[in-house]
């Protein structure tokens, strides 16, 4: 059996740290930095994947540092890897800093299942998260990756009792194996 090729695409890096959530820990404000959560959530991935399924998975990803990467160069390392499936990963912000909930995001049909099953596996293990659900969007990554692409927003890091949810390593560990759980499921199941 073939192996299917995964890209896991850690959103922002580098002099662009994406959203900045903040939160208040033994009376001093903490700052977390979506680039970060983002990296650590597709380490747990890789991780997850590589130690169970890697004789059935290549699994790389765009950055696996503290890296910068524009668009263009993360739609390029889909072609170049030829990814049978890319997930991004970042962190969501509102004005609003009570909004809060994970969701999925989608721009080609190809990816609408994987889409729907990361989803429902997000919800179904982070119980205490609002399902914003399933949406189609214009953006670059999933447009010019491949055709089975996906970005998925982990959380609000501009609520803070998020903010402080996302900066647990046990969170973003947990968000990394269900991505992978996923993925799993996604192909061999």
């Given at each position: 059996?073939?192996?299917?090729?995964?890209?896991?695409?850690?959103?922002?890096?580098?002099?662009?740290?994406?959203?900045?959530?903040?939160?208040?820990?033994?009376?001093?404000?903490?700052?977390?930095?979506?680039?970060?959560?983002?990296?650590?959530?597709?380490?747990?991935?890789?991780?997850?994947?590589?130690?169970?399924?890697?004789?059935?998975?290549?699994?790389?990803?765009t950055r696996y540092n503290d890296k910068?990467?524009?668009?263009?160069?993360?739609?390029?390392?889909?072609?170049?890897?030829?990814?049978?499936?890319?997930?991004?990963?970042?962190?969501?912000?509102?004005?609003?800093?009570?909004?809060?909930?994970?969701?999925?995001?989608?721009?080609?049909?190809?990816?609408?299942?994987?889409?729907?099953?990361?989803?429902?596996?997000?919800?179904?293990?982070?119980?205490?998260?609002?399902?914003?659900?399933?949406?189609?969007?214009?953006?670059?990554?999933?447009?010019?990756?491949?055709?089975?692409?996906?970005?998925?927003?982990?959380?609000?890091?501009?609520?803070?009792?998020k903010a402080k949810w996302?900066?647990?390593?046990?969170?973003?560990?947990?968000?990394?194996?269900?991505?992978?759980?996923?993925?799993?499921?996604?192909?061999?199941?």
């Amino acid at each position: 059996m073939a192996k299917h090729t995964v890209l896991l695409d850690p959103g922002h890096g580098g002099h662009d740290p994406g959203t900045i959530g903040h939160y208040l820990g033994n009376d001093k404000e903490i700052n977390v930095l979506e680039k970060d959560v983002n990296l650590d959530v597709a380490l747990y991935a890789r991780r997850y994947l590589i130690e169970r399924y890697s004789n059935d998975f290549r699994v790389k990803s765009t950055r696996y540092n503290d890296k910068y990467l524009t668009l263009q160069e993360r739609c390029n390392k889909a072609h170049e890897v030829n990814a049978d499936l890319f997930v991004s990963i970042h962190c969501n912000s509102f004005e609003d800093f009570n909004v809060t909930g994970l969701e999925t995001f989608y721009y080609f049909h190809d990816a609408t299942k994987f889409a729907d099953m990361l989803q429902q596996n997000m919800i179904v293990n982070f119980v205490n998260n609002i399902d914003r659900g399933v949406k189609t969007a214009n953006y670059y990554v999933l447009r010019y990756s491949v055709p089975n692409s996906v970005l998925f927003e982990c959380e609000f890091l501009s609520n803070p009792e998020k903010a402080k949810w996302l900066n647990q390593m046990i969170t973003k560990r947990d968000l990394g194996f269900v991505i992978g759980e996923v993925v799993r499921d996604y192909f061999l199941c």
